[in-house]
């Protein structure tokens, strides 16, 4: 039986994770750097607020989408027919879970599997040209990416496992994070979670450019994809209709660490790709403990369309603790191929993945009262305490 090995640093992080957190800045590429031109014009039309503090990186990300609207029709030219002849021939795998649930820690451990491919970071910012730039401009720019992650003190860099969302709001704009440049305006993005509610139009225009995207992975190396972007929680059944033996693993964890590293994230999102300054008020946090709940509830429904064997559901904790049992217990629970050559990629990962530390956030008891509150049917279904305490704050790290 394998012992269990919890994911956590001997040494104290040099971040703080708190209401005043502080962060190792995104460096200079911010998400909106990888558009083209037209598509960068267009959410400039939809009237985005603005702010002068951004104006350097206005003017940047400007100039960069001339330049790869230049690079986007060399690949077409290039590469074009060969993309569209390109066939998709293994299911793909799609890992589900809330923002701050445990999604990217369960990906990069996924994604050590050679038997699968994966979107890594380049290729999710300039997803119209990778396939003609990557190589050479990786070698040339990577210095300028941190080492790690804005929001928490995971390894970053062009050649690490990313969210595809990325690529979806770059190449058809039809994606919840417009919510970057509308933070205060859900009008703008709420459509785009489940894709229900679009015309017919957009909604091809959404399928087509997803597959576009996977054409161009299974180009460069044809294997079976993992995709994690917790946006995919919110529509099973779409996914289901494109690619009816996909495999699908969720994640949940402790709702509290989950509200309060949601915040966190929009907080350094926001100031590291937001247009504007945005003040993180009431409206905010309504709007997250709103979308949770959307989030769950899609989930709920749409879990009970996939076929016997094709979904596995872990705890955040349980992986944390067990990295091995519990990947182990994915491969099992999904009849996955390829376990040996995954859990040896995991044993000689596991001293960095120690050195990996959670941010750590007090949370006052009123606010946990409310969470708890909004959010009582997750604590509930998922097993986890209320711990409401008699003091007036509680530390929870997450």
Not at 14 to 20: H, L, M, S, T, Y
Not at 344 to 362: C, D, H, M, V, W
Request: with cysteine.
């Amino acid at each position: 039986m394998t012992k269990p090995t919890k994911l956590q640093p001997p040494s104290p992080s040099p971040k703080v994770g708190n209401a005043g957190a502080k962060f190792e800045p995104q460096g200079f590429f911010c998400m909106w750097h990888g558009s083209s031109f037209g598509n960068w014009l267009k959410v400039l039309a939809s009237r985005p607020p603005l702010h002068w503090s951004r104006l350097h990186k206005l003017i940047s990300i400007t100039a960069l989408s001339a330049i790869n609207s230049g690079n986007n029709l060399l690949e077409s030219a290039i590469y074009g027919r060969q993309i569209a002849r390109q066939t998709i021939d293994h299911p793909p795998v799609f890992i589900l879970g809330h923002w701050r649930s445990g999604t990217t820690l369960l990906h990069n451990l996924m994604t050590l599997d050679p038997q699968f491919t994966f979107p890594n970071l380049y290729e999710v910012m300039f997803p119209g040209n990778f396939l003609l730039t990557e190589r050479v401009v990786t070698s040339l720019t990577s210095r300028m990416i941190p080492k790690t992650r804005p929001m928490d003190n995971v390894e970053a860099g062009f050649h690490m496992p990313q969210e595809d969302e990325v690529a979806l709001v770059l190449m058809s704009g039809l994606s919840p994070y417009l919510m970057l440049a509308h933070p205060n305006n859900p009008s703008k993005y709420e459509r785009f979670f489940e894709l229900n509610d679009l015309p017919k139009e957009e909604f091809e225009r959404w399928k087509e450019r997803f597959l576009y995207f996977m054409k161009k992975l299974t180009i460069k190396q044809n294997k079976p994809i993992v995709f994690k972007s917790p946006t995919h929680t919110f529509r099973i059944p779409v996914l289901l209709e494109m690619f009816p033996d996909a495999k699908f693993v969720y994640i949940y964890r402790d709702p509290y660490a989950v509200y309060n590293s949601s915040m966190h994230l929009r907080r350094t999102l926001f100031a590291e790709n937001g247009l504007a300054q945005i003040k993180m008020d009431e409206a905010m946090q309504e709007d997250a403990l709103n979308l949770y709940v959307h989030c769950m509830d899609a989930y709920e429904r749409g879990r009970k369309l996939i076929p016997p064997g094709n979904l596995h559901e872990m705890r955040f904790e349980d992986l944390e603790v067990d990295p091995l049992g519990e990947m182990r217990r994915v491969y099992e629970g999904l009849n996955l191929d390829g376990w040996p050559n995954l859990e040896g990629a995991i044993r000689k990962q596991l001293p960095e993945l120690t050195r990996y530390r959670k941010n750590s956030f007090n949370m006052d008891v009123n606010l946990m009262r409310k969470v708890y509150n909004r959010w009582k049917s997750s604590f509930e279904r998922y097993g986890y305490p209320s711990r409401l305490p008699e003091e007036e704050t509680a530390t929870i790290d997450v």
